[in-house]
């Protein structure tokens, strides 16, 4: 964080919670049979009595939409409800045909959950809205409704108001959606409105969470969700300052002025008059079914970085590169595997990747270790002896080594001059330098 905002947060701590809201790739909407794939499609084209909110439209729960919201609560270690129901919220607004939302209340699907130090309070599931589009129409403004969005999967995360830095809350979205990708159960594309996020923000000058709250929405990126905050705990530290109330309210971000704007009172729960949705039966899950989708889960991110630091000794910034992509990991882990026969280092593997992209030249693992093995049995010595002179020199050298270790990276170009001697000048000294930077590390 910038000095400028340090002072300005001198007597003052950011309370920040989230709400995070994701579209399920599921191939039908959430009540209905529609396709839920309505990006870029011809629009009221994917719409039927449900989804339109005709009179008298039964809904039907979809089963894979149940099943990813609970994959997405057990990634996050919360507690799923052995029973829970629907209900609706009843707001009027021209993108919600039936004068209410399909969602849940008071018992959502699952509850609690921690990542790291950040509380989950819910995460619950619920239909989409349909898409107001404005345009121009012969001259005049006009506001045009498009229902192919209406009733697609949306799971809604809802952290506590853990967060009193920009940087982490933007560092926890980025992860909520590569663990959303991982699961396969969205491919939470901010672009595509299939992640939107939303943040509450307050300011406290004790230990208390505030009283009141002011939403941010209606955001379209990390980077502008971050800005969007830092503005709106510098409006509000102003205006407290000055003997003045903060409104709870909702705001939207103005990107060219740099400030947020008001645009309707925050409502409270009982604002949206929920009741049971009395057309939809309860949910009921029983211990040995959660048990089973549980044990479902792929390997999740964090696991995927500890593994690849630990057994394939990878840095960690290379890690954090490869696990940005799934596809990129698997690809890592095949041509890790083919190393063993050909006895390249899987530091190399990373090197060539992260830094020379190498991997997007070949679609299978096979070809990319071929092509490592004739750059270096033409230009250097081979990757093995390579590291075998690494593991000597740091081995023989504790002084320099010890160096290292208290901050003094000068040493670093002493022990590349040390490895080359050992190879008699053969060595490549980038592979040279990032092989030692990873054994000394260690």
Do not use: W
């Not at 211990?287 to 970085?305: A, F, G, N, T, Y």
């Amino acid at each position: 964080m910038k000095k400028s905002n340090q002072l300005r947060y001198k007597n003052f701590t950011a309370v920040i919670g989230l709400e995070v809201h994701i579209e399920l790739a599921t191939k039908s909407k959430m009540f209905c049979g529609c396709s839920a794939d309505h990006f870029g499609r011809p629009p009221n084209t994917q719409v039927c009595p449900v989804c339109l909110g005709l009179p008298g439209a039964l809904p039907y729960v979809n089963k894979e939409a149940l099943l990813s919201t609970l994959k997405l609560g057990l990634a996050f270690s919360a507690q799923v409800n052995n029973f829970s129901k629907f209900d609706r919220k009843h707001y009027f607004y021209a993108d919600l045909p039936k004068g209410y939302q399909i969602s849940q209340y008071d018992i959502p699907l699952c509850t609690g959950g921690k990542f790291g130090e950040i509380r989950i309070r819910r995460i619950h599931l619920e239909e989409d809205t349909a898409k107001l589009v404005h345009q121009t129409v012969q001259g005049n403004k006009a506001s045009l409704i498009d229902f192919n969005r209406s009733g697609v999967p949306l799971v809604e995360l809802v952290t506590e108001p853990d967060f009193n830095d920009p940087k982490g809350v933007v560092s926890f979205l980025k992860e909520v959606q590569l663990i959303a990708r991982y699961l396969g159960i969205s491919l939470a594309d901010m672009e595509k409105g299939s992640l939107r996020l939303e943040a509450n923000v307050s300011v406290a000058q004790d230990a208390q969470v505030p009283d009141y709250k002011v939403e941010l929405k209606n955001i379209n990126s990390f980077k502008f969700l971050e800005k969007a905050i830092v503005s709106e705990i510098d409006r509000q530290i102003k205006l407290l300052t000055s003997g003045e109330t903060v409104v709870q309210e909702t705001r939207g971000y103005d990107e060219t002025k740099r400030t947020t704007f008001s645009q309707r009172t925050k409502e409270e729960a009982q604002d949206y008059r929920y009741f049971p949705e009395p057309d939809i039966p309860p949910l009921r899950f029983s211990d040995e079914e959660v048990k089973e989708i549980s044990q479902s889960l792929p390997e999740l991110p964090d696991q995927v970085r500890k593994r690849l630091t630990s057994e394939y000794r990878v840095r960690a910034d290379y890690s954090e590169i490869l696990v940005a992509d799934r596809k990129r990991v698997e690809f890592f882990e095949k041509a890790a595997g083919l190393e063993r026969e050909e006895n390249i280092s899987p530091a190399l593997i990373a090197e060539l990747m992260v830094n020379k992209n190498m991997d997007k030249d070949f679609s299978e693992a096979a070809g990319f270790i071929k092509r490592i093995l004739e750059l270096t049995r033409r230009q250097y010595a081979k990757a093995a002896d390579v590291e075998k002179a690494v593991k000597k020199v740091v081995r023989e050298n504790l002084k320099p080594v010890a160096d290292y270790g208290q901050g003094k990276t000068a040493v670093l170009g002493f022990l590349i001059g040390l490895v080359q001697k050992e190879l008699k000048g053969k060595g490549d000294s980038k592979m040279i330098r990032d092989l030692l930077v990873v054994e000394l590390e260690k």
